[in-house]
């Protein structure tokens, strides 16, 4: 059973910097035909894409509202999937969730356009707050 837990929000002033990470259990090969997505949810608001990484050959994959400030990364060694936040702004505000699904194409591309996806497996989401 695949389990996954979120930890590292907080309260951070605009331009700072973030790191969330993503304890993952249940997949533990490598070889292992999973992706690792990172959504959150804004008050009010849809929950959206932010970036996606290939559990077997670390591919990236990011949504244009976070590309070049975001870099997702994997600890093979931690089991562990952590989503590093530069320059935030108040619009990152939000529910930060991982979630793990087997369509490693669908769930990422997907990502790529800021869309939310219904995975199969999802963690209990940490607060991210932008502001001064």
């Known amino acids: 059973q695949v389990h996954l837990v979120e930890s590292g929000g907080g309260l951070v002033q605009p331009g700072g910097s973030l790191r969330l990470s993503c304890a993952v259990s249940?997949?533990?090969?490598?070889?292992?035909?999973?992706?690792i997505g990172w959504f959150r949810q804004a008050p009010g608001k849809e929950r959206e894409g932010v970036s996606c990484?290939?559990?077997?050959?670390?591919?990236?994959f990011y949504a244009d509202s976070v590309k070049g400030r975001f870099t997702i990364s994997k600890d093979n060694a931690k089991n562990t999937v952590s989503l590093q936040m530069n320059s935030l702004k108040s619009e990152d505000t939000a529910v930060y969730y991982c979630?793990?699904?087997?369509?490693?194409?669908?769930?990422?591309?997907?990502?790529?356009?800021?869309?939310?996806?219904?995975?199969?497996?999802w963690g209990q989401g940490t607060q991210v707050t932008v502001s001064s």
């Open positions: 979630a793990a699904d087997r369509h490693v194409q669908t769930m990422c591309i997907t990502i790529t356009y800021g869309d939310s996806y219904e995975a199969e497996h």
């Open positions: 249940g997949i533990t090969s490598t070889s292992s035909y999973y992706a």
């Open positions: 990484i290939s559990w077997s050959d670390s591919r990236t």
